[in-house]
């Protein structure tokens, strides 16, 4: 029959920012619920359930599922990136040891921390912290990318001399973190 469609009518259910990959960039969504209805010549007859929930760019005005939510905007991106190099310095760090510490400083300001990022070396992180730093993180980065973040504990960690054992155990929890395998880690590392 001419005239005749389903049609869903939207309500706004919550918004924020997420990463659109229609736009590829950080961009304003709504996500949205619906319900479809059944149309004769433009007028709502039948209820058909309900549609949704799904994202909605308010830029671009696709439709995603609500799972892109689960992917890091470009910011979030960042601020995981900068907390995953921090979390590694300190986790390499030796108490007292000038010569890591000028390192752990150096690497940090070329991951983009100020200046003095010696206020931010801060504290010692458990097994668990830096799994949670860097977990999550990985599936975002590339090979190269998890390996530099490897490379940055290991310059570290070579700051005072060779590997001790701690680094050695360290290291390993940092390249298993990032999903890298045992050989790339120990080539990364004899690199160093």
């Known amino acids: 029959m001419a005239g005749t469609g389903i049609r869903t009518a939207w309500r706004v259910t919550d918004d924020g920012d997420f990463f659109c990959p229609e736009c590829g ?13 059944l149309t ?5 007859l039948l209820p058909l359930g309900a549609a949704g ?7 671009c005005g696709t439709h995603h599922p609500v799972a892109a939510l689960d992917h890091p905007t470009t910011t979030g991106l960042a601020l995981l990136l900068r907390d995953a190099y921090r979390t590694v310095a300190l986790a390499l760090l030796a108490p007292g040891d000038p010569a890591a510490r000028a390192a752990a400083e150096d690497s940090l300001r070329e991951a983009g921390f100020p200046q003095t ?9 458990s097994e668990a912290e830096v799994r949670e730093a ?8 590339a090979v190269p990318g998890r390996e530099s973040l490897l490379l940055h504990g290991a310059r570290i960690a070579l700051a005072d ?6 680094e050695r155990v360290t290291l390993t929890l940092v390249g298993m973190s990032l999903g890298l395998a045992a050989a ?6 004899a690199a160093a």
């Not at 860097?134 to 980065?141: N, Q, R, V, Y």
């Open 53 to 59: 929930p799904v994202v909605a760019c308010v830029l």
């Open 25 to 37: 960039g950080d961009r304003c969504y709504q996500r949205l619920a619906g319900r479809r209805r």
């Open 161 to 166: 001399g060779p590997y001790t054992e701690a």
């Open 134 to 141: 860097l977990e999550p993180l990985a599936p975002h980065l």
């Open 117 to 125: 990022p010696g206020d931010v070396l801060v504290g010692t992180p």
């Open 184 to 189: 790339d880690r120990e080539r990364l590392l």
């Open 40 to 44: 004769v010549l433009g007028v709502p």
